[in-house]
């Protein structure tokens, strides 16, 4: 595994994988409503690993802070992670049909077409809605072909055909499907496409120069990460090549990244190493958590086809997939998960919304969401940005996941300029 990395993260890469698999005691069932917690002593580990965490951010909320009892140790507060950011307004539009976690969407002009996902961790959904940006309603479902996979999909659109890459195949943490399809969202009728050399999860997908780019993710086992690149030659909604081409490895693998091309140019933003797998024996294919690393590393891809680091996000953020728009030259992206809190080891959501002005490179934390939330979808219209389904928060002092959401939210989207 990782032998193509080639960079300094593959020795990481093979360890964190290896520790992954040896750290026994680090598998804590993965409950959607809880607080789950580690047990303590499944998290003997070299410090590194459980302090990946980048320095704490100046304006940390350390209201709750305090000693322990021999008075030496400074507690951190639970919420440490969350930014300094600007208060929005926020006006809560008409939730989705169903709640949703790891689903997908897509914008098409007004309307935002939204994929799959889980209801709960037993319950995947095999239907499409649609929202309106215009008259704000939604309506319009349809079902998905009986093959498609439900979760961890990899999709992108050229304005009319939407095509959808791989993913996960049922509920909890079952397998990966390498197969594909094309929507046609001018008649909303759906056709096969080649399939991925190999099934993944989560990984980056656009379009580029004409081709069609699928890159990362997980591999079969839904943890260990994927280097492989792989694309083919598309144009309205069909292959123009017989098989899949290998491209250029990433220099970082794994699921949950923003994967977006703006000006002729491919960007991989934010995204993790290793994720739950399903516990092994188990008839179900029931989630187990396992160690993750999330990383805030920014990479690009231009007509040299090397890839270029770029400024790294203001904060680790993964689960973003679909979670981000391009508006007047900058990448914005809402919410996520961070590394996990190095105390309590329970997962830590993003609350926050961020800019990369692709003008000047540069990162911004623009604004606060009205709670944290991961794989959340994201539309953009007549200078509103909007944001529905996911999984929220607990609330305001506990960044631990909890409630699968349908809700949708918008907020008038103010840019750096
Ligand atoms: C985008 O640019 C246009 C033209 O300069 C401006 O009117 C608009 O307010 C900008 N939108 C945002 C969200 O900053």
């Not at 092994?280 to 270029?308: N, Q």
Request: proline share 7%; net charge positive.
């Amino acid at each position: 595994m990782a032998r193509q990395a080639g960079k300094q993260n593959c020795g990481r890469l093979v360890l964190v994988s290896c520790l992954s698999l040896l750290a026994l005691g680090l598998v804590a069932d993965f409950l959607w409503a809880s607080s789950h917690r580690f047990s303590p002593a499944g998290t003997y580990l070299p410090s590194s690993f459980t302090t990946v965490i980048g320095k704490l951010p100046p304006d940390s909320n350390e209201k709750d802070t305090k000693k322990d009892k021999e008075g030496k140790e400074r507690k951190l507060s639970a919420t440490f992670q969350d930014l300094d950011a600007p208060q929005l307004e926020w006006e809560k539009m008409p939730a989705a049909p169903v709640p949703r976690l790891d689903g997908a969407a897509i914008q098409i002009r007004n309307l935002l077409y939204v994929f799959a996902g889980y209801g709960n961790i037993n319950l995947v959904h095999t239907h499409v809605d649609i929202y309106n940006f215009v008259d704000n309603t939604w309506g319009g479902r349809f079902d998905m072909p009986k093959e498609m996979a439900h979760s961890h999909l990899g999709m992108v659109t050229d304005g009319r055909y939407i095509y959808i890459v791989t993913g996960q195949y049922g509920p909890q943490c079952r397998g990966p499907t390498a197969k594909t399809f094309v929507l046609d969202t001018d008649t909303n009728t759906w056709s096969d496409f080649i399939s991925l050399p190999v099934p993944r999860y989560a990984p980056a997908t656009q379009l580029w120069r004409g081709r069609l780019h699928v890159m990362g993710g997980s591999k079969e086992n839904r943890h260990t990460p994927g280097l492989e690149h792989w694309s083919i030659a598309v144009k309205d909604g069909k292959a123009l090549e017989k098989e899949w081409r290998s491209e250029i490895p990433i220099p970082r693998g794994g699921p949950h990244r923003a994967c977006v091309v703006v000006d002729d140019r491919l960007f991989v933003l934010g995204g993790q190493e290793g994720d739950f797998m399903a516990k092994p024996g188990s008839p179900i294919f029931k989630c187990s958590r396992r160690l993750e690393v999330v990383f805030s590393d920014v990479y690009m891809l231009d007509e040299e086809m090397k890839w270029k680091v770029m400024p790294s996000m203001p904060k680790p953020d993964s689960h973003i997939e679909f979670a981000w728009k391009v508006v007047n030259n900058s990448i914005v992206i809402v919410g996520g998960t961070t590394e996990k809190h190095p105390e309590t080891k329970k997962m830590v959501l993003v609350g926050e919304i961020f800019q990369f002005n692709l003008n000047t490179m540069k990162w911004y934390v623009i604004g606060k969401l009205p709670y944290r939330v991961k794989t959340t979808l994201v539309g953009y219209w007549d200078g509103q940005l909007y944001f529905t389904s996911g999984q929220r928060d607990k609330g305001p002092d506990d960044p631990a996941p909890r409630k699968v959401v349908a809700e949708m939210w918008r907020t008038k989207l103010i840019l750096n300029p």
